[in-house]
């Protein structure tokens, strides 16, 4: 239910930009991401930085849109929010937070959370989110910027990299405490 929660503006915005205008489909998202992180406060969860992060890059590509230049190619919007969500998704790496640890937190108890591989799992799952957006960005300079290429095939490659990224969100914390369940057998048997 979470992955669905924080992917549903992304979703949204991509769905209706194939029936409705680029204005629409940009402030639904950013509503839905507004809705999304009051919903999770009213819930007891904190503000994620993605949630946030989401409200304002769909509101401000939405105002820029509106309000100066409303002559940006779908393809183009695309791209500025897959640019926007690497922004967030490196910015919280830098500042030694990965934005799934916000996530990750909420969903454990206090003593996996305390765990010293908690952390340094996050930072890899969080990695691996970059590296799908890295390459959503990458399948949409390609429908940009190579003429003749389909547009299904950026989304096929995007549809890819996040299902991906969804897999090893689920399958590494798995991994991890395999290996560190084996770790403290082989610990124990010494």
């Not at 990750?104 to 930072?123: H, M, S, W």
Request: proline letters at 3%; hydrophobic letters at 60%; aromatic letters at 14%.
């Amino acid at each position: 239910m979470a992955a669905f929660l924080i992917l549903a503006p992304f979703g949204t915005f991509a769905l209706l930009m194939l029936v409705a205008s680029a204005t629409m489909s940009l402030f639904a998202a950013a509503a839905l991401a507004l809705g999304i992180v009051i919903w999770d406060v009213a819930r007891g969860g904190s503000v994620k930085m993605l949630a946030a992060g989401s409200v304002l890059l769909f509101a401000a590509i939405g105002c820029y849109v509106t309000l100066i230049d409303g002559n940006w190619s779908r393809t183009a919007l695309h791209l500025a929010v897959d640019l926007g969500v690497l922004a967030i998704a490196l910015l919280s790496l830098a500042i030694r937070a990965p934005f799934t640890l916000q996530y990750a937190r909420e969903q454990v108890d206090i003593e996996t959370t305390k765990l010293p591989g908690f952390l340094a799992a996050n930072y890899v799952i969080t990695w691996a989110w970059t590296f799908a957006f890295v390459a959503m960005l990458l399948a949409d300079m390609l429908v940009i910027f190579v003429p003749g290429i389909p547009l299904w095939i950026g989304f096929a490659i995007a549809f890819a990299a996040r299902n991906a990224a969804l897999y090893f969100t689920k399958w590494y914390p798995q991994y991890r405490r395999g290996k560190e369940a084996t770790a403290k057998l082989s610990g124990d048997l010494r």
